[in-house]
């Protein structure tokens, strides 16, 4: 109870960080670079449906912490069979997109955070997230599955707050950074 309790405040801090942010240049000197991934992968077809439904219980409490309203601020894709930069072996992909006025408000801050001109609550904010989605990873089903967070800039173009699996935080989570 406590650790949900616990991971809930941090969404709610996350999202009102990021809501709140704005573009004033900070002092402090960041070396995050954004992650863009394009999608080169290839996933093995096949004629049998392939049975996601072991996802459905963590996608159900990614959606109620991220979009407790159920705004339609976010939405998830799942990719079967991925083969990518990340891993050579075959693995399952899930992706939450922000739309609409979240993917603005991160995409802003994203861009203060990677540019070096973010203040300490844009860049909490992005770790906050970073926190939030590697917490959400430990509860996949297996160490191979992906679970990252960011938006779509293009035709299958994305570009990454946060990816990680059970096992590691493929984007660093960084720390907190207290005034």
Known sequence: MKKLLTTSAILLTATVLVACSNNQSA??????????EQKNTTSTNTKAKVDNSKYDDLISEIKSKLDPESTGA????????????????????????????AK?????TLDAVNSNSATTDQNNAITLIRMAISEFAK??????T???????KSADQYDLIAKSSKQK??????EIIVQ
Not at 27 to 36: F, L, V
Not at 139 to 144: E, F, G, H, V, Y
């Open 104 to 108: 603005d408000s991160i995409k802003e």
């Open 146 to 152: 992906t679970l990252s967070l960011g938006y779509e």
């Open 27 to 36: 002092t402090k000197d960041s070396s995050e670079q954004p992650k863009t």
């Open 139 to 144: 509860k996949l089903p297996d160490d191979n």
């Open 74 to 101: 976010i939405s998830v894709k799942i990719q079967n069979s991925v083969i990518d930069s990340d891993s050579s072996e075959p693995h399952d992909a899930i992706m939450i997109l922000l739309t609409g006025t």
């Open 169 to 174: 935080d493929i984007i660093p989570v960084g």
